[in-house]
């Protein structure tokens, strides 16, 4: 049986039209946004529950995986930053957990409130609670080397993929 071929032309009714007729609303749909809705709360007390639990399940998954690139003898630099991903997301999930944990047991009169919902101050005096709170407030300072750990791992398996000798000729 023979196989059909492909022409490198094709007839006009075959061709592809251009995407712009389409893609001009949608690009200026995206330039002009109502409200971009980010922020998402948790409804009491269930969405809180819920999102505790995932992050323990995002922490078991990430140590599982630590571990069986570990058991698995996986070499290279790839491996490398991928085991340090798992380890710094871990150390994520831990401070968002606790920072949720810290953030119920603060009551919102311990808050002032500017005219602007994404600022407010934590109101003195100090306390143990409030610290854990504000510190664990910082989780991008664990999260984004943990993502740029991730883009390293990604890298450089596809540096070494594109390295590998193929047999073909190019």
């Known amino acids: 049986m023979k196989l059909p071929t492909v022409s490198a032309r094709q007839p006009a009714e075959n061709r592809r039209q251009p995407a712009l007729p389409w893609m001009l609303p ?7 946004p109502g409200e971009a809705l980010a922020l998402q709360v948790h409804g009491e007390p269930e969405g809180l529950y819920v999102h505790q639990m995932a992050h323990l399940h995002f ?5 599982y995986f630590f571990l ?5 003898g996986f070499s290279g630099k790839g491996w490398l930053f991928l085991q340090f991903f798992c380890g710094v997301m ?11 944990q810290a953030e119920v047991l603060i009551t919102p009169d311990q808050f ?18 409030k610290v854990i709170y504000y ?6 300072l664990v999260i984004v080397p943990g993502l740029l750990l991730l ?9 070494s993929i594109e390295n590998e000798p193929t047999g073909r000729k190019k």
């Open 151 to 159: 883009f390293l791992a990604m890298r450089s398996f596809y540096k």
């Open 68 to 72: 069986d690139i570990r058991r698995t």
């Open 112 to 129: 002032a409130h500017s005219e602007d919902y994404l600022r407010m101050r934590l109101l003195g005096p100090l306390s143990l609670q």
């Open 26 to 32: 949608i690009a200026l749909l995206l330039c002009f």
């Open 59 to 63: 922490i078991f998954a990430l140590g």
């Open 135 to 140: 510190l664990t407030k910082m989780d991008h």
């Open 90 to 100: 871990v150390l994520w999930n831990l401070v968002a957990f606790i920072g949720h």
